[in-house]
């Protein structure tokens, strides 16, 4: 499985961006997929999750409110819709996926991961 992230950048506070992730090398309409993100020194955090259908949606609380994550199975996607970017929304992201249909916070729950978009917000 090969997952590619894109769509980082250097925004402004209150700012907007979205990410992408395309997966190739399996059907991914059967796994959920999850977005997590590493802040310099720091672990890598659960961000938000999807279930295969799109139909169950996670998010971590210090993002809830304003990211959206959305998938589009027929195209292999991801997408993580971030508005009202905040300077500590500064990390590298990763998407991720795994055995599972649900979703899933545990780092320990996927098992392919992308090689991160880094997001940079000034304030």
């Known amino acids: 499985v090969q997952l590619v992230e894109s769509g980082g950048g250097l925004v402004q506070a209150g700012d907007s961006l979205t990410l992408s992730c395309a997966a190739s090398?399996?059907?991914?309409?059967?796994?959920?997929m999850g977005w997590f993100r590493q802040a310099p020194g720091k672990d890598r955090d659960f961000v938000s999750a999807?279930?295969?259908?799109?139909?169950?949606?996670d998010y971590a609380d210090s993002v809830k409110g304003r990211f959206t994550i959305s998938r589009d199975n027929a195209e292999n996607t991801v997408t993580l819709q971030m508005n009202s970017l905040k300077p500590e929304d500064t990390a590298v992201y990763y998407c991720?996926?795994?055995?599972?249909?649900?979703?899933?916070?545990?780092?320990?729950?996927?098992?392919?991961w992308g090689q991160g978009t880094q997001v940079t917000v000034s304030s």
């Open positions: 991720a996926t795994g055995s599972s249909a649900d979703t899933r916070r545990s780092l320990r729950a996927y098992s392919d």
């Open positions: 999807i279930s295969w259908s799109g139909r169950n949606t």
């Open positions: 090398g399996r059907t991914m309409g059967y796994y959920a």
